[in-house]
């Protein structure tokens, strides 16, 4: 019976033994590779239509001559095109291994290759994976040429990347309840620093305000420093709406939750480090002597129960380095433009704007040095950018002991712990937070409640009857 799959060449390459591989090395003139190929690592036809130029590159194999690696990735990838094969069984075998496994008899848009190669993605938004995009409607035209087929043969791992987005995308709400533990006890103990930041404040006719190019040049403007908390509690209510009815709510929450612990525990030892003046002369600030402990933990508890917010009669002085509300605003921002469809561009130019204008508030208000707001913003952007860079590209996930995931593991314990069971991006999908067949079985549950309650309160009052 003849082989289903088989080459223009007079034998099929899935037949192939190590002999014939090195037949076809030595035709190439790549014949110093045989003994590592054939030899050492028992390279055959099927072994050889599954090698990507990165095994060539990588250990075991780890060849160090360029040309070589490009003209047997090549010629491979010319044996991968010229095999016809009907039988599909290999064609899913090849399809896993290869990023495109090209046949004649399959060029249409019901190959399932073809169609991940269009999903090609970096981003979680529609629009990036080739459903909706120009760019991937013409790479599918390309494709479904010969021309196409040829140069996608070639060169697929350049013009088709894989999509990067999340297989594994487990709620563990237990996770996201440690994260929101993890920030309440850092926001308690940011409370607690601001006390004793408090009674360390520079005496302001001793120490006057520094210099500052932005403060020297912008006047004080006494309502400024109320309307960053109103642009503070606006980004806050949209961020509670996207939290609420995304589907990925507890991934999405906990990573909020345990980002903004980690850089206001990062505020709390760099408060107490260095002791700031005052930045503003209409600031009443002295240090303000608490006595006992007992009276401390009590102003600390003031200060957590309102967020250290002024509208909420809170006021603190001498933790400027760095500005807490400028933190809030940037990461309330960030997540939301990053958990939100990129073609909502609206949404994401209204949050930038508030951003933007809650900054210029506070140093309208005189409240913080502008240095305090520069590094405020830094931090915040960076570790932001770290973390979700860190986990889209599956830094834990993916080699779990290679010496990147084990330096993962030492300098970020935290988002190794949150992170360790999800794989890529988080998808942007959204639903209701609770579905009618929620409702329904809550409903029925009620039902179902109620007829127990009757019969154990009719059977007390037989009971008393008897008696």
């Keep these: 019976m003849p082989s289903p799959c088989h080459p223009p060449g007079p034998s099929p390459v899935l037949q192939w033994t190590p002999s014939h591989v090195r037949s076809w090395l030595t035709g190439l003139g790549l014949a110093k590779y ?27 194999l780890s ?17 991968r095109f010229d095999l016809q094969c009907s039988d599909q069984k290999v064609q899913y075998c090849l399809s896993k291994q290869s990023s495109i496994f090209p046949s004649p008899a399959h060029t249409g848009d019901s190959s399932p290759l073809l169609r991940s190669n269009s999903l090609a993605s970096t981003s979680s938004d529609d629009s990036s994976y080739g459903l909706a995009s120009p760019m ?9 040429s010969p ?9 697929a791992q350049v013009h088709l990347p894989k999509s990067n987005l999340a297989t594994i995308l487990n709620p563990e709400r237990w996770k996201t309840a440690v994260a929101i533990l993890y920030a309440l006890s850092v926001s308690w103990l940011t409370a607690l620093t601001m006390t004793v930041v408090h009674d360390r404040v520079p005496d302001m006719n001793k120490y006057p ?36 009815f995304h589907k990925h709510r507890f991934i999405i929450a906990r990573r909020f939750f345990s980002i903004a612990g980690t850089i206001f525990l990062l505020r709390c030892i760099t408060m107490l480090i260095t002791s700031l003046s005052v930045p503003g002369v209409h600031l009443d600030c002295k240090p303000r ?28 002085c001498g933790d400027y380095m760095f500005s807490g509300h400028t933190v809030s605003l940037t990461l309330l921002n960030f997540f939301i433009t990053e958990y939100t469809s990129r073609r909502i561009y609206f949404l ?51 080699y779990q002991e290679s010496f990147d995931a084990k330096r993962t593991w030492f300098y970020f314990p935290l988002f190794s712990f949150f992170e360790q069971n999800i ?37 007390g009052v037989g009971n008393k009857k008897r008696k």
């Design 34 to 60: 045989s003994k590592q190929l054939c030899d050492q690592h028992r390279i055959d036809g099927p072994a050889l239509l599954m090698l990507q130029e990165e095994d060539l590159r990588q250990p075991p």
């Design 63 to 79: 060849l160090d001559i360029l040309g070589d690696i490009k003209h047997l990735s090549y010629h491979i990838n010319a044996l």
């Design 423 to 459: 794989d890529g991006r988080i998808p942007n999908e959204f639903q209701l937070p609770i579905s009618p067949e929620d409702i329904r079985h809550g409903y029925q549950w009620i039902i179902n409640l109620y007829p127990q309650k009757e019969r154990r309160s009719g059977a």
């Design 209 to 244: 305000p520094l210099p500052d190019i932005i403060l020297d040049n912008v006047p004080h403007i006494p309502w400024a420093f109320e309307m960053t908390e109103v642009t503070g509690m606006a980004l806050l209510s949209i961020w509670i709406l996207v939290v609420l």
């Design 147 to 155: 021309r196409g087929l040829v140069c996608s043969s070639c060169q």
């Design 289 to 316: 002597p608490y006595g006992t402990w007992a009276n401390r933990l009590y102003n600390a508890y003031i200060i957590w129960s309102g967020a250290g917010m002024s509208l909420q009669g809170v006021r603190t």
């Design 348 to 398: 994401h130019t209204f949050t930038w704007v508030l951003s933007c204008f809650g900054v210029f508030f506070i140093l309208a208000a005189h409240e913080h040095y502008s240095i305090d707001v520069f590094v405020a913003f830094y931090i915040t952007s960076r570790l932001f950018l770290y973390y979700h860079t860190l986990v889209n590209n599956r830094a834990v996930t993916k």
């Design 136 to 144: 991937g409607r013409h790479k599918d035209q390309q494709a479904n």
